[in-house]
C-alpha cells in the first residue's frame, strides 16, 4: 500500500499529526508511515516539536497583534519593562512575573490578553504567601484584583515568614506569580527585549 505524498505531507506537515495519528486515520502501521516519510523526504520534526504540538494541537495559544494603536504600544513597552524587571527570564519552559502589587498585575493580564491574545486557559496564577498569610483571605483578594474565578488561583506551601520587617505591609496577601506556559512565547518575548538592548 502506497501512501499519498500531498495527503502525508499536509497531514505531517500543516495539521502537524503525528506518525501514529497517520497511521491509525490511514489504517496501516506507523512504520509504513515513517518509510513514507523518508521516502518523500518530508522533513521529521525532532522531539521538542513534536511534544510542542502534542500539546498545542489547536495551534499556538496566542496570536501577536500586529498593527498596535498608540496605547497598545505603550502597553507592550510597560509590559517587556515588567517582564526585563520582574520576570524569570532563566526559565526554558514560558513566561511568568512575580510581585505583590495587584496594579501591576492587573496591566500585565492586560498584555497577555489584549496584544498578545492569549488563551485564558493559558494563563496560570500561583500564589505564594507566607505562613502568617491567611491563605482563604489571600486567594479572595487576589481574585477580586484580578478578576478571576478564586479556583483559578493555585496556591503553593506556605514559607517562612520573612521575620517583623517592613514585609508585612506589602505581603499581606503573600505574592503572585502569573505564568504563559508556552515555549514559543517565551521566544518571542526574550527576542522583543533583546531588541530594547537586553543580553542574556
Not at 492586560?110 to 491567611?134: G, S
Not at 526574550?190 to 543580553?199: A, D, F, K, S
Amino acid at each position: 500500500m502506497s501512501i499519498d505524498r500531498t495527503q502525508l505531507s499536509n497531514l505531517y506537515l500543516n495539521k502537524h499529526f503525528s506518525a501514529k495519528e497517520i497511521s491509525k486515520l490511514l489504517h496501516c502501521s506507523e512504520n509504513k508511515v515513517w518509510y513514507w516519510l523518508s521516502k518523500f523526504q518530508i522533513p521529521i520534526r525532532n522531539r521538542s516539536d513534536a511534544n510542542y504540538y502534542k500539546y498545542n494541537a489547536n495551534g499556538d495559544p496566542f496570536q501577536i497583534k500586529s498593527n498596535l494603536t498608540p496605547q497598545e504600544s505603550n502597553l507592550l513597552y510597560l509590559s517587556l519593562g515588567f517582564f526585563w524587571g520582574e520576570g524569570n527570564k532563566k526559565s526554558v519552559t514560558g513566561v511568568r512575573i512575580a510581585n505583590s502589587d495587584p496594579n501591576l498585575l492587573i496591566w500585565w493580564c492586560k498584555f497577555l490578553r489584549t496584544v498578545c491574545n492569549v488563551r485564558e486557559d493559558k494563563i496560570h496564577f500561583h500564589l505564594q504567601i507566607f505562613k502568617d498569610n491567611n491563605p482563604d483571605s489571600a486567594k479572595v483578594y487576589w481574585s477580586k484584583q484580578l478578576n478571576i474565578d478564586v479556583d483559578r488561583i493555585h496556591v503553593g506551601t506556605p514559607t517562612k515568614p520573612l521575620g517583623n520587617g517592613t514585609y508585612k505591609n506589602i505581603s499581606l496577601y503573600g505574592v503572585m506569580t502569573i505564568g504563559v506556559y508556552n515555549v514559543k512565547f517565551l521566544k518571542w518575548m526574550l527576542e522583543q527585549l533583546r531588541n530594547l538592548g537586553y543580553n542574556s
